[in-house]
């Protein structure tokens, strides 16, 4: 049978509140950077201004 429930009660939702790791990617030329979001892109120079935060997969 595969009639399973899930979802029973105990199931934790995901922390959203984390930010400690995120991946940036550079809107500008497609560098993405793990970690800390750079000063500046290392790639095409473009500022911090111009990375986006992106989820890591797998997690
Ligand atoms: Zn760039």
Known sequence: MTDEIRGAGGEKPD????????????TVCGYSIEGELPEKCPDCGAAKEDFESVPIPGM
Do not use: P
């Open 15 to 26: 922390a959203v509140g984390e930010v400690d790791l995120m991946n940036w990617a550079c």
